[in-house]
């Protein structure tokens, strides 16, 4: 058998996101086929790897170069030359690019490099910013590939990063969608217990500002009807969300469990899956809604109209503002069979178009023929 291939993975963050699923899904699935190098900007960010199966061979990368800081002819070079003992390289996100550019300045015997871009951070949430525009055209011409999972992000990378079409390349976010045809844990998620009628609202998103948390708890205050909110998730703005609800007087209503991995075991828990973000692209959360048969009610960042099903497209509202918000998850509250039809179309768009064989195959064939290796991937 040929030697595993070895790759290098250059993350912003590996706490368990969007992102870092996808990422260790595809670990997870070239098995020994590859053996991983993992770093992360933000050294103690790791708890994705909680995720990686066993058996599969990866390490926490010690005292690599660092990946972010001032422009640095010397920093880039540290950088190039700790890539150049892999076969292949690959970089996520604003926090990672720094990578991209080491090798557009260094490009000597750097290996094939693709570079993935997921979306943005709330400081560039409502635009990009032009200085770090400028800095990704001049990057991302070293990649051999960029990956973007969707339809915004592409235009973004055609048009404003003046990349060409042909490197640019658009895979959809998939899932284990059978996984989500199971009945839910009832004690997978710690302190919660349905109450009677009530009508459970949940998310799945780490507690950080971009999210909004704080506007889906106001939506949720003015809510008519017996309800509970569940956000499960973990970051910074965990006390400002608290601190909303107690402001709506919904304190009572509102479960915080934390970070659950596994999000097929509780998902569908939840009557409503509801998003609030300032900036999303193809969020896998929702993916994973659609897959519990759950619908959707959600501002109208990234590509959701495209991925929800027809029918559940009057409940994407209008950004900024609860009250739309509000209005989408009141509507479905009050008819258990609208949330039934518009569950079961989410159901069966996720199977059709998200599952992840689709998704594992695509990126296998893009880093096998940037490396000009058929087959290095493939399982025996």
């Keep these: 058998m040929a030697a595993p291939v070895n790759i290098l993975h250059l993350h912003s963050t590996f706490d368990l996101g969007g992102k870092e699923a996808r990422a260790v899904r595809l670990m997870n699935a070239f098995g020994d086929r590859a053996r991983h190098t993992i770093v992360s900007s933000v050294p103690d960010a790791l708890s994705a790897r909680n995720s990686i199966a066993p058996g599969i061979r990866y390490e926490i990368a010690q005292n690599p170069p660092p990946m972010t800081g001032r422009p640095s002819v010397a920093r880039y070079e540290a950088i190039a030359r700790y890539m150049r003992r892999f076969d292949l390289v690959l970089t996520y996100n604003w926090g990672a690019v720094d990578g991209v550019m080491a090798r557009r300045v260094f490009a000597r015997d750097v290996p094939p490099l693709v570079h993935h871009e997921d979306g943005f ?24 590939a960029l990956v973007v999972p969707s339809q915004v992000l592409e235009d973004i990378a ?30 997978a998620i710690p302190g919660f217990v349905r109450q009677g009628k009530e009508i459970v609202i ?11 948390l704080p506007t889906l708890v106001r939506a949720a205050g003015g809510l008519a009807g017996k309800f509970r909110l569940v956000i499960v998730g973990e970051g910074p703005e965990r006390d400002r969300i608290a601190q909303a609800a107690a402001a709506m007087g919904i304190a009572d209503k509102l479960v915080m469990p934390g970070f659950l991995d596994r999000p097929h075991r509780f998902m569908g828990s939840f009557d409503i899956f509801a998003l609030s973000s300032q900036s999303e692209q193809f969020p896998i959360s929702v993916v994973e809604a659609m897959a519990a048969g759950l619908p959707v009610a959600s501002t109208p960042v990234g590509d959701l109209r495209q ?3 027809v029918e559940n497209q ?14 989408a998850i009141q509507s479905l509250m009050g008819d258990p069979d609208l949330r039934a039809r518009v569950g079961a179309a ?27 290796r058929p087959g290095a991937l493939s399982q025996s």
């Design 121 to 144: 951070n709330a400081d560039e949430a409502g635009g990009l910013k032009v200085q770090r525009n400028m800095y990704r055209r001049m990057a991302l011409g070293a990649a051999d």
């Design 307 to 309: 991925m929800l099903s």
């Design 202 to 212: 949940g998310t799945l998103a780490g507690l950080r500002e971009v999210k909004d």
């Design 314 to 327: 009057p409940f994407i509202g209008e950004y900024p503002g609860e009250v739309r918000l509000r209005d």
């Design 158 to 187: 055609c048009r404003v990063w003046k990349q060409p079409p042909g490197r640019v390349h658009r895979i959809a976010n998939g899932i284990d969608t059978a996984a989500y045809a199971a009945r839910p844990d009832p004690k």
């Design 346 to 372: 989410n159901r069966a768009k996720a199977r059709s178009d998200y599952d992840e064989k689709g998704m594992l195959v695509r990126y296998r064939a893009l880093y096998e023929a940037v490396m000009g």
